[in-house]
């Protein structure tokens, strides 16, 4: 074996061409025939192309193998998403290209980062169904202690001090009917401030946005009759005239303000109706107290018995002529009547009562 090695410098570090050259010389030296050499190179030709194909095979099988890894993480990695109730992951790669091996080492980060997550959410359920029992042993020493007139505070803070820790709800009237209903009342309130300042934040933005939109459609009108002038045709838009269709949405918009403005004064007229008797009733003196000299502060507070008949008429007369009135100045000296009927001075008082009709012809 050594003579071989010592014949053979080359075969430790030998190439396919350098063997079969050897193997031509060892024939040579031999006397092998030429059909037996062609035999023997069909012989190690086969034997190479088994080789090949095996190893072509072993790393087809491997390209599968990967693939079916790829898949699977894909498939763990969209399992994980949905069981944490995540619908997208900022580790997860956003190019899908490049070769298996890339991929592969792309999403590894990602599912081991959702893996952790996993566990720690697993872990916080675990803690949760342990705080539960918990609690439903202490609602069960709670009940004991409660059969057996045992103190429950105590027996709980003998077990662990932490299980009385809170002193919200077990403080004395925490949890009062009074105390709810309030809280209920001021849940309402609230909710009714929320809805007006919802309401009002809304008819404000529509008061802006009709603002923008009075502007825009005269525009818009003034655009569109220059250009019939211009071409002497009508533009029409859906086959309706534009300029009509402009008319018809101011005519719309007018209607609404004046049905807002309705609105309002039926409004305003509703509320003075509703304060105004009161005020008259009120300064109505009680027909049991005399009068007398020393007493006008009392008829100049509330108005004297005889005066306060023809006051009424006069208030009544106004409030029938207010229906063809204007916002302007007689809504405001309906408004003003019972306050210069109250503010009567000394003097227009004593004046009332001697005889003479003072109060009816003061403004």
């Not at 403080?171 to 209903?181: G, T, V």
């Not at 002497?232 to 004046?258: I, K």
């Not at 008829?299 to 204007?326: E, H």
């Amino acid at each position: 074996m050594a003579i071989t090695d010592a014949q053979n410098p080359l075969l430790g570090e030998a190439t396919c061409g350098t063997l079969l050259q050897k193997l031509q010389e060892i024939w040579d030296e031999v006397g092998e025939s030429d059909d037996d050499r062609d035999k023997m190179l069909i012989q190690i030709e086969q034997e190479c192309l088994d080789v090949y194909k095996k190893k072509v095979e072993q790393a087809a099988k491997s390209r599968v193998q990967l693939l079916e890894a790829l898949s699977d993480a894909k498939i763990e990695l969209a399992r994980l998403l949905s069981a944490l109730g995540e619908k997208s992951f900022a580790g997860i790669p956003e190019k899908t290209s490049g070769t298996i091996k890339e991929q592969l080492a792309a999403i590894a980060p990602a599912l081991e980062q959702l893996w952790e997550q996993k566990a720690e959410r697993v872990k916080e359920f675990s803690d949760s169904g342990r705080l539960h029992k918990v609690l439903e042993f202490v609602s069960n020493v709670h009940d004991l202690c409660a059969v057996l007139g045992m103190d429950f505070f105590s027996t709980i803070t003998d077990v662990h001090p932490s299980l009385i820790d809170s002193t919200d709800v077990q403080s004395k009237r925490a949890l009062a009917l009074d105390l709810i209903e309030q809280a209920e009342v001021e849940v309402e309130r609230l909710d009714q401030l929320k809805a007006s300042r919802m309401k009002e934040i809304a008819f404000r933005k529509q008061t802006e946005l009709e603002e923008i939109y009075a502007p825009l459609v005269d525009t818009l009108v003034a655009k569109t009759r220059a250009w019939e002038e211009d071409r002497g045709v009508h533009f029409a838009y859906d086959g309706v005239p534009l300029l009509a269709m402009l008319d018809e949405y101011a005519m719309l918009r007018q209607e609404r303000e004046e049905e807002k403005r309705r609105m309002r004064d039926q409004k305003k007229f509703n509320e003075q109706q509703g304060t105004e008797p009161e005020a008259v009733f009120s300064a109505r003196p009680s027909p049991a107290r005399p009068v007398g000299t020393k007493k006008v502060v009392g008829p100049r507070a509330n108005g004297s018995a005889n005066g306060t008949p023809s006051r009424r008429l006069s208030l009544n007369a106004n409030q029938n002529g207010s229906g063809s009135a204007t916002k302007g100045g007689r809504r405001d000296n309906r408004l003003s009547a019972p306050l210069n009927y109250v503010a009567i001075s000394k003097d227009d008082a004593a004046s009332h009562f001697s005889g003479t009709d003072t109060v009816s012809a003061s403004p």
